[in-house]
């Protein structure tokens, strides 16, 4: 249980155009998602914060206006890269925090996804 | 500002060999700490979380503890196998306006020789 995809797992793209990346989860209802970016070597950093329905709270230095995020549903986020530029190759996960509690399934613990590896060109 | 340190940034060890691995937080009011396992280009797999009122969790090889008033954690794995090889992350949980905020450390990289 608890599983999370991500789609696609790897994508490479022309500088200027955007691309979208779906996080959902399969067999549960998550009301937050959650998006994070790892470049080489170092540590996942969050970008941004999303609620079911509501607008997403961006970290610190994230642009909003560029990582564009719709949780349109308890069980699928997108984060959309506008103008994509070569800085912002990277590799992308999305977790997902569950609906309430059921047996041993914590509302506090994020299921992570697979990851989307970006490369802009 | 909560910062994860995680030391040494990598280990090799040979087969058989029990290990530790160390993270510190500057922080201490966090709401949990988790370790995670990343293979390469892969995402997490969580391996134990403990909350801030325990001091350890246990699953098969693994036991990790907790020291919270020092900024603390250890990740222990008995008998190492090459399975084993991955990247090891440590995060800390912190509760933020409902939600939970996860900071990561940069990982500690294992290789596990036969």
């Known amino acids: 249980g608890a599983v999370v995809s991500q789609h696609p797992s790897r994508v490479i793209c022309k500088s200027g155009t955007s691309v979208k990346i779906e996080c959902r989860s399969l067999d549960f209802q998550a009301t937050t998602m959650f998006w994070y970016r790892q470049f080489p070597k170092q540590s996942l950093m969050l970008m941004a914060t999303s609620n079911e329905g509501s607008k997403a709270t961006y970290e610190q230095g994230v642009e909003k206006d560029k990582f564009l995020i719709n949780h349109a549903s308890l069980t699928l986020s997108t984060l959309t890269v506008t103008s994509a530029h070569p800085e912002d190759s990277s590799f992308y996960i999305c977790s997902a925090s569950i609906a309430g509690t059921s047996g041993i399934w914590s509302p506090e613990t994020q299921y992570f996804g697979p990851g989307t590896r970006l490369l802009v060109l | ?114």
């Open chain 2, 1 to 114: 500002k909560q910062e994860v340190t995680q030391i040494p940034a990598a280990l090799s060890v040979p087969e058989g060999e029990n290990l530790v691995l160390n993270c510190s937080f500057t922080d201490s009011a966090i709401y949990n700490l988790q370790w995670f396992r990343q293979d390469p280009g892969k995402g997490l797999t969580s391996l134990l979380l403990i909350q801030s009122s325990q001091r350890e969790q246990t699953s098969g090889r693994l036991n990790a503890s907790l020291d919270k008033s020092s900024g603390r954690s250890t990740l222990y794995i008995a008998a190492s196998q090459p399975g084993d090889s991955a990247t090891y992350l440590c995060a800390v949980g912190l509760s933020q306006g409902g939600s939970e905020k996860l900071v990561f450390g940069k990982g500690t990289k294992l290789t596990v020789n036969p």
